[in-house]
């Protein structure tokens, strides 16, 4: 990558200049105080803060997290909860980026950090005393969130609640936007149970809402007195119920919001008077809007744009007349709104401001629709430079993902213009495997049909290809994670019909990894993909596993990153994957391997580090494609 050092670093200033370095987050007010976040030009990490005003006039600075990251490579923040009384922060910290986080107590009248230490937590939530907490940790091995533990501050024993024995299960816990319910989860890839607790009797016995039952999803929540849970029970894409909370068990449910096959409900959130369900129809996402006190007609949030992505921002209020939400598209800044339950008209808080200078009207975003082999229709989010002739001379970047129900946005990059600035097209295909077009689009990718995920993104290419918005020889991949097994099995199953591949710290070794349980991330896999401790499983999976389908022939160029402290992907498989490709490809294609030596899963924690790593990655895709400033 030698000779693309100075384009690499030119793309970085690039980039650097389209970020103001000096900026604060919006506040969100939680009691007494406003709470946000701060970055400084010239370092790395935000510092977070609260205040009694909006304007931040008599502001407390609360963590410093360029102190805090000191003589670490990486450094990162998870846990961030305060107290009722406004009086504790508790915290967790990981250092390596393995994503083992230590939680502590700040006591934010004294700023003194409190004895109180707890290694490997996953989750933590206040009971309504302002001293007790209750939190999850994993195990040392697998990485398993197993436990459930009440902690009484000040004292060094922390009493067990719940241990969850079942591999295929991990633990969380949470608590009620009103603050009368604590809620802890066992999760599966497709099965739930929940338990509840009386957030003003943290000395209480936890109770069942459901026991777990096979295929049976189901979320909780705690408003007015009932329950409330989203159940995909006689309901392919969920609907929601109330339960009493005297005996929340089935027989006790009347619906709240029917199912309705065309939609899919990814959640339901409460607050004093009103309720928002995130929905999602057609591929696209919707915030709607239930008057749970006039009972007039629901209103879903106007969405301006064809192709966008919205979601519920931080609401900590229970007791609020607004509404935040962000708003993107893939030529619409990152947006926050306030949404007034009452008026129901939206006000623009802050847009990401890009200090180099954006001209929307320069660009133009679509979405369109590739027909599968199977005669499936797939979404594919396009962003280009406006005018663009699509004569099959553009080079693109198609990226996709396809796994554990996880949507891939049509978010905004301002990195990402330095690709389209350039000529080049970016693509995302919302192949099967995602959840883009409801429950049976997560469930036509995984198990024993995983095999669609990968035909999806071929197709989808092919079909770019056909229609003339880009050419074989102009096409790179990108993908990361389950994402880079999927660009590892495309590079396998087709070749030919990539100029080269992105994989990042790619799930590429299939087979050794879930053959292994000792590995993070194993076991509770089984149903995701399977478990080849089962013959029928095995013969299915080595089908597509890349590191075991490496044959004898003419492979793209290939980028593989890894990161030696990769808890969820070792470093190792894309290693491995590297090295068999070089020993079997047949042409002189050149295939490379990059390690970070100093973070986990997600790349560099600092902004900066991070940056770096794009334009790294970009430069080698633009470079590919004959651009090289």
């Not at 919006?26 to 510092?47: F, I, N």
């Not at 993104?457 to 918005?469: M, V």
């Amino acid at each position: 990558m030698k000779p693309n050092q100075q384009f690499a670093d030119n793309l970085y200033k690039e980039m650097l200049g389209r970020i103001k370095q000096t900026d604060l987050s919006v506040p969100y007010k939680y009691g007494d105080w406003w709470y946000y976040t701060k970055t400084v030009e010239g370092l790395q990490y935000s510092t977070y803060f609260r205040s009694r005003k909006p304007n931040g006039d008599d502001e407390q600075l609360l963590l410093d997290q360029n102190e805090m990251a000191k003589g670490y490579k990486y450094f990162s923040i998870g846990e961030f909860s305060v107290s009722d009384d406004g009086n504790l922060l508790a915290f967790s910290t990981d250092n390596t980026g393995y994503r083992q986080y230590t939680l502590q107590i700040k006591d934010l009248r004294t700023g003194k950090i409190l004895s109180d230490k707890i290694e490997r937590v996953t989750s933590v939530e206040w009971a309504n005393d302002n001293k007790t907490l209750f939190l999850v940790t994993e195990d040392d091995v697998t990485k398993r969130s197993d436990k459930l533990w009440k902690h009484t501050l000040g004292s060094n024993e922390n009493q067990l609640v719940q241990e969850e024995k079942d591999e295929l299960f991990s633990l969380g816990v949470g608590r009620s936007r009103d603050k009368k319910m604590l809620l802890a989860s066992s999760y599966a890839a497709t099965m739930r149970e929940w338990r509840y607790l009386p957030a003003d009797q943290p000395t209480g016995e936890w109770k069942m809402i459901l026991p777990r039952e096979k295929n049976h999803e189901y979320s909780v929540d705690f408003y007015d007195g009932e329950f409330y849970v989203t159940t995909n029970k006689n309901a392919e894409n969920f609907r929601v119920v109330r339960a009493p909370l005297n005996d929340p068990s089935e027989k006790n449910w009347k619906d709240f919001i029917a199912h309705n096959p065309a939609i899919k409900i990814d959640g339901i959130e409460f607050f004093k008077d009103f309720a928002v369900v995130a929905e999602r129809e057609n591929g696209l996402e919707y915030l709607k809007v239930l008057d749970l006190k006039t009972k007039r007609a629901a209103a879903r949030i106007a969405t301006p744009e064809e192709v966008y992505t919205m979601a519920m921002s931080i609401n900590a209020e229970y007791d609020t007349p607004v509404l935040r939400y962000s708003y993107a598209s893939m030529i619409t800044p990152n947006s926050t709104y306030e949404y007034d339950f009452k008026t129901r008209n939206s006000k623009l808080l802050k847009q990401q401001e890009i200090p180099s200078g954006y001209d929307k009207a320069q660009y133009e975003t679509k979405r369109v629709w590739a027909e599968a082999r199977d005669g499936v229709k797939i979404p594919v989010s396009v962003v280009m430079k406006r005018g663009t002739k699509l004569d099959g001379k553009s080079p693109m970047l198609l990226y996709a993902y396809g796994s554990y129900g996880f949507s891939m946005p049509p978010s905004f990059s301002t990195a990402r213009l330095s690709l389209v600035d350039r000529g080049m097209i970016f693509a995302i295909a919302h192949i099967r495997g995602g959840s883009e077009l409801g429950e049976k689009w997560r469930q036509e990718g995984r198990m024993f049909k995983k095999l669609n995920t990968f035909n999806d993104f071929i197709d989808s290419a092919d079909y770019l290809i056909k229609n003339k918005y880009t050419a074989a020889d102009r096409l790179v991949i990108q993908g990361g994670s389950a994402g880079g097994l999927l660009v590892g099995a495309a590079a396998n199953m087709r070749p030919d019909l990539f100029r080269a591949v992105i994989a990042q710290v790619p799930f590429v070794d299939v087979m050794n990894t879930m053959l292994d349980a000792s590995l993070p991330l194993t076991t509770g896999e089984y149903i995701e993909w399977g478990n080849p401790n089962e013959k029928e499983a095995f013969d299915y999976m080595i089908k597509y596993s890349p590191y075991d389908n490496v044959k004898a022939q003419n492979y793209p160029n290939m980028l593989v990153l890894t990161s030696l402290n990769d808890s969820q992907v070792p470093y190792w498989e894309g290693a491995k994957f590297a090295a068999k490709i070089r020993e079997m490809k047949t042409g002189d294609n050149t295939i490379l391997l990059k390690t970070n030596m100093g973070a986990g899963h997600g790349g560099a924690s600092g902004r900066y580090d991070a940056l770096k790593e794009i334009a790294f990655n970009y430069a080698y895709a633009l470079s590919q494609v004959g651009i090289t400033k």
